[in-house]
């Protein structure tokens, strides 16, 4: 055993290596995600939701790729923190669209829930990755937020100098606290202030899952055919819906699709709680034989009309499948 490099090592864990970035990192992502999965809306989710999936997976992949600090001992400089705050910004981009990509291949839909978790996930492991390769660094070198200088120069900014720069700072900082917390106050209404419904059409994958996709391209006359549809309920109070399920012969006349026969197969009341989803399963026994036969999912708010169509409905849902003879 190199007893040298284990004092070394045992060096360093004493100097104090403490990331303190990284820690405010995770920590700021576990409370984001509870403000996200837990609060239906507010002025809290928003601006956290708005840093975690626009700020943090950036910052993280950011610190693992430049664990150095800005300026060498030689003084040349390498990366400085106003390049790292928006390599934060883009990088959070590039990092969203790849974490889109494999929620879709792996979950079945996308939800608050699902998105926070994979993005608190990557930044955890991301912000762990970058702290083992800061320790690797020597401590000289390490990067590490300059936050005693920030305090000492936010201090002095306020309590030294003419009384006029004083006011001027305080009165800077206020301004911009006052038009961040009105931003975030505009937007959190904004988003509490539209209710939504969610409406989806699903498949069983043979393994207990639901799929979006592997949808019937044929079915059998008389023959029973199993979907699933999802009912996310966002209206901020508990929902009774109807849903009608319908197979249409359709024909396109000037570009306008016209129903020349309609077989209605389904008419369900869907109670949904607030802020709940509703999955259920849907048995399909087609009596219309042809092809291109759309198989329609109308969804409304309160009572259906006898002759549901996608104007009237509040979602609408359809795929397109032939039925075979028996």
């Known amino acids: ?39 239906s809306g507010g002025v809290l989710r928003v601006v956290a939701a708005g840093v975690l999936l626009w700020y943090l997976p950036g910052y993280v992949t950011v ?9 060498t001992d030689s003084g040349t400089r390498r990366l400085s923190l106003r390049q790292r705050a928006g390599l934060a910004i883009g990088v959070s981009l590039f990092v969203l669209v790849l974490l889109g990509l494999f929620v879709g291949a792996v979950a079945a839909r996308f939800t608050p829930d699902v998105v926070a978790q994979t993005v608190v996930s990557y930044v955890v492991l991301g912000g762990a990755l970058a702290a083992l390769r800061r320790y690797r660094v020597p401590p000289r070198e390490r990067f590490a937020l300059p936050l005693g200088s920030w305090l000492d120069e936010g ?9 006029l720069n004083r006011v001027l700072t305080v009165g800077l900082i206020c301004s911009v606290l006052l038009a961040a917390g009105t931003f975030a106050f505009a937007a959190g209404a904004g988003s509490a202030g539209q209710p939504y419904t969610g409406f989806y059409l699903l498949t069983a994958d043979g393994n207990g899952e639901y799929v979006s996709g592997g949808y019937p391209e044929e079915m059998t006359e008389g023959n029973a055919t199993t979907l699933a549809y999802g009912i996310d309920n966002g209206e901020s109070e508990p929902m009774e819906y109807v849903v009608v399920v319908t197979l249409e012969r ?3 006349t000037d570009g306008a699709q016209t129903v020349i026969e309609r077989e209605e197969l389904d008419r369900s009341v869907v109670q949904v709680g607030e802020n709940e ?9 087609p009596g219309l034989v042809g092809e291109n036969l759309r198989l329609g999912f109308y969804l409304y708010r309160g009572d259906a009309p006898d002759r549901p169509d996608a104007e009237s409905a509040y979602r609408h849902l359809h795929i397109w499948t032939t039925v075979n003879p028996a």
């Open 1 to 39: 055993m190199n007893w040298e490099r284990v004092q070394q090592n045992a060096t360093r864990l004493r100097t104090g290596f403490l990331p303190a970035d990284l820690l405010a990192t995770g920590l700021f992502a576990a409370v984001a995600y509870l403000l996200v999965a837990v609060v």
């Open 63 to 71: 610190a693992a790729l430049f664990p150095r600090r800005d300026t």
């Open 155 to 163: 201090v002095d900014a306020v309590t030294t100098g003419s009384l």
């Open 250 to 252: 359709v024909v396109e």
């Open 277 to 285: 989803r509703n999955l259920r399963n849907q048995t399909v026994q």
